[in-house]
């Protein structure tokens, strides 16, 4: 997997000035060209096939209620129609990455900000930079969902808070595991009767097509159940597939961590231990333990 190059970099990444101080933009919907509509097309036909089996209901169900579709790069405005009156949440359209204290106040004011810009064509797999397919394909679909919703906008205030205070390393690691790379039990129906299975409800799962599958059905990542002091000290990776997932028991426990007081867990985070992203611990409540295959692969492919 290979990073952006730095000629297709955007907002704060480019160095962009904004002309807004909240760095909104409009979207710029008549400007996509049919190249990145196509684009679009086929990264939408792959998930729309692929996520029904491996992502949760709140996810598929939120996907197919909004104006969604193969045909074009939605607008923002057609979402916020079916979006505000459910949740009260609206995308508004940014060049790129904005700085965080900016984030923060959009999620706390339930705007989600949204590239306007999409992937190339060679970049299908994989970006670092989050384009208008994994902001809206990605995120929008669970902020149909009041719990995610609310999360969300709690997060937002917390953010703001945390970087005041010096803690925004650690919180960011909590939007990664839940937000962006979550996984949550569900019931499903198996031969046997009803069982526990493993589902996607990360934006950064649900807009890839290979971390989709990887992330639910290899056995080489580790699926550990969520605890929210062993997140804040657990690094992630930013350049290629987890090493780890953390799994909700239910998307319920979204509010309660959003709710929790983190004073008490920032002053225990001042000493103590971090881990890396392939660290299992003997205090984990595991769903696998993984092979570490893939990672081993990888750095056998580089030396």
Not at 123 to 139: C, I, K, R, S
Request: net charge negative; hydrophobic share 40%; with cysteine.
């Amino acid at each position: 997997m290979n990073a952006q190059p730095a000629a297709a970099k955007h907002g704060l990444a480019a160095g962009l000035s904004p002309t807004r101080t909240d760095w909104t933009i409009d979207q710029g919907w008549k400007n996509y060209t049919a190249h990145e509509h196509a684009t679009w097309k086929t990264l939408f036909e792959r998930q729309t096939a692929l996520l029904p089996q491996l992502a949760c209901r709140e996810f598929v169900e939120g996907m197919r209620a909004l104006p969604l579709s193969a045909d074009s790069i939605p607008e923002f405005a057609a979402l916020n129609e079916v979006l505000k009156p459910r949740t009260g949440w609206q995308v508004v359209a940014v060049p790129g990455l904005v700085p965080d204290e900016v984030f923060f106040d959009h999620l706390a004011n339930r705007r989600f900000p949204s590239g306007n810009f999409i992937r190339s064509a060679d970049q299908l797999d994989y970006l670092q930079e989050p384009d208008v397919f994994h902001d809206v394909f990605g995120h929008v679909p669970m902020l149909m969902h009041p719990v995610m919703a609310d999360f969300i906008q709690l997060y937002g205030e917390a953010g703001l808070r945390a970087q005041r205070i010096g803690k925004l390393t650690e919180l960011a690691r909590v939007y990664w595991y839940t937000v962006e790379f979550g996984l949550v039990k569900e019931k499903v129906k198996a031969e046997a009767g009803v069982e526990d299975a493993l589902r996607i409800y990360g934006a950064g799962i649900a807009s890839s097509f290979t971390e989709s599958v990887f992330s639910v059905q290899s056995p080489s990542p580790h699926r550990i159940g969520f605890d929210l002091e062993r997140v804040m000290r657990t690094n992630y990776r930013i350049d290629d597939f987890q090493e780890c997932y953390f799994v909700l028991d239910s998307l319920d426990d979204l509010l309660a961590l959003a709710r929790i007081d983190f004073d008490p867990i920032y002053e225990r985070l001042n000493s103590g231990p971090n881990y890396a992203p392939g660290d299992l611990l003997t205090t984990d409540r595991v769903f696998q333990c993984g092979d570490g295959g893939y990672v081993r692969g990888q750095a056998t492919a580089v030396g």
